[in-house]
Antibody
Framework: EVQLLESGGALVQPGGSLRLSCVASGFTFNNYAMGWVRQAPGKGLEWVSDISGNGGNTFYADSVRGRFTISRDNSKNTLYLQMNSLRVEDTAVYYC??????????????WGQGTLVTVSS | DVVLTQSPLSLPVTLGQPASISCRSS???????????LTWFQQRPGQSPRRLIY???NRDSGVPDRFSGSGSGTDFTLKISRVEAEDVGVYYC?????????FGQGTRLEIK
C-alpha cells in the first residue's frame, strides 16, 4: 500500500524558512517522480513543484521559483521542499504526491495527508 | 499557462440523480505523444485529494463505475450516473500536458 507522510509544517514569520519532508513507503521510491501541491485555506489546489525519480530534473511554479527547492534522498525514501523567503501568500496545506513513473509528470496518482504551513507575523 | 475553467462551481444534486461537471481548457491538452493528460480529482470534506480519472477516461482502481470521464481536445466532462451521499465534496480537473501543471477552480457537489 502506497503511503506518503508529510511533516515539517509550522508557523513561521514572513521572510523565514522551512523545510518540509515526505516519507514514502509501499513502492520503489526512486522509480517515481514526485511532486508538491498546496492548498491555501478555503481555496483550490495549486501545483508547486515536481522532481524526477533520480532527482536530476526539477520543475517549479512561477510563484515559488527562486525561493523553493525540491529535492529527494532516495536512500531514505524521502522527498523535501526547502522553502525560503516565505510570504504570507505561501500559507497553505502542502501535499506531496506520487507520479506515475521516473520521468512521468502530471499524474499525481497518490497523495499524502498534508502538512500546514502558516506564514504570519 | 493553460487555464482550466470548470462549470458549474456549485452543484446541488438529489440523491440517486446524475451529475455532470464540465472542464474547458484554454489550449488543446493533446500532448506530442498523442495522449491527453486530463485528470479528475475528488476531495471529500477534511480529506486529501484522491485521483478518480486519468487520461480523460480511465478510472482509478477502487473508483465506483458510476464515475466516468469523457472529452477531447479542450472540452472534458466528469459524470456521476447516480449521486450517493459519499460523493459530497469538491471535484477538480487538472492538466498534465504542459508546464506548469494547472487545476480548475473546483466544483462543489452537495446533496439537495
Amino acid at each position: 500500500e502506497v503511503q506518503l507522510l508529510e511533516s515539517g509544517g509550522a508557523l513561521v514569520q514572513p521572510g523565514g524558512s522551512l523545510r518540509l519532508s515526505c516519507v514514502a513507503s509501499g513502492f520503489t521510491f526512486n522509480n517515481y517522480a514526485m511532486g508538491w501541491v498546496r492548498q491555501a485555506p478555503g481555496k483550490g489546489l495549486e501545483w508547486v513543484s515536481d522532481i524526477s525519480g533520480n532527482g536530476g530534473n526539477t520543475f517549479y511554479a512561477d510563484s515559488v521559483r527562486g525561493r523553493f527547492t525540491i529535492s529527494r534522498d532516495n536512500s531514505k525514501n524521502t522527498l523535501y521542499l526547502q522553502m525560503n523567503s516565505l510570504r504570507v501568500e505561501d500559507t497553505a496545506v502542502y501535499y506531496c504526491a506520487k507520479e506515475a513513473g521516473p520521468g512521468s509528470y502530471g499524474h499525481l496518482e497518490y497523495w499524502g495527508q498534508g502538512t500546514l504551513v502558516t506564514v504570519s507575523s | 499557462d493553460v487555464v482550466l475553467t470548470q462549470s458549474p462551481l456549485s452543484l446541488p444534486v438529489t440523491l440517486g440523480q446524475p451529475a455532470s461537471i464540465s472542464c474547458r481548457s484554454s489550449q488543446s491538452l493533446v500532448y506530442s505523444d498523442g495522449i491527453t493528460y486530463l485528470t479528475w480529482f475528488q476531495q471529500r470534506p477534511g480529506q486529501s485529494p484522491r485521483r478518480l480519472i486519468y487520461k480523460v477516461s480511465n478510472r482509478d482502481s477502487g473508483v465506483p463505475d458510476r464515475f466516468s470521464g469523457s472529452g477531447s481536445g479542450t472540452d472534458f466532462t466528469l459524470k456521476i450516473s447516480r449521486v450517493e451521499a459519499e460523493d459530497v465534496g469538491v471535484y477538480y480537473c487538472m492538466q498534465g500536458t504542459r508546464w506548469p501543471l494547472t487545476f480548475g477552480q473546483g466544483t462543489r457537489l452537495e446533496i439537495k
